[in-house]
Nanobody, 122 residues
């Protein structure tokens, strides 16, 4: 079992930055691939970024070059650094854990955080 707690969301102006954190419980955190997803009002939950236990990363095209996912296995925490934020980045952001190593499909993630709201204003 893995429990995830997301934090770090807030209101930011376009062009600004935020860093999201996801704290995980459980001694096997390092064995899980971790991902970030987001869901805007009226839209499907979509993939943002994923990171393997060894640090390999993969991003959605819409955030590549602006967002950075990282993890600290000693602290059981995964981060999402978001720079150059755009209005269209406004969404609830969720971290998630998968036993498959890594994935960009939400159906392959077994555990989810509660979500944290990110609002980008003009």
């Amino acid at each position: 079992q893995v429990q995830l707690v997301d934090s770090g969301g807030g209101l930011v102006q376009a062009g600004g930055s935020l860093r999201l954190s996801c704290a995980a419980s459980g001694r096997t955190f390092s064995q899980y691939g971790m991902g970030w997803f987001r869901q805007a009002p009226g839209k499907e939950r979509e993939f943002v970024a994923t990171i393997v236990w060894n640090g390999y990363t993969y991003y959605a095209d819409s955030v590549k070059g602006r967002f950075t996912i990282s993890r600290d296995n000693a602290k059981n925490t995964v981060y999402l650094q978001m720079n150059s934020l755009k209005l269209e980045d406004t969404a609830v952001y969720y971290c998630a854990a998968t036993s498959l190593g890594y994935s960009d499909h939400k159906t392959e993630y077994e555990y989810w955080g509660q979500g944290t709201q990110v609002t980008v204003s003009s």
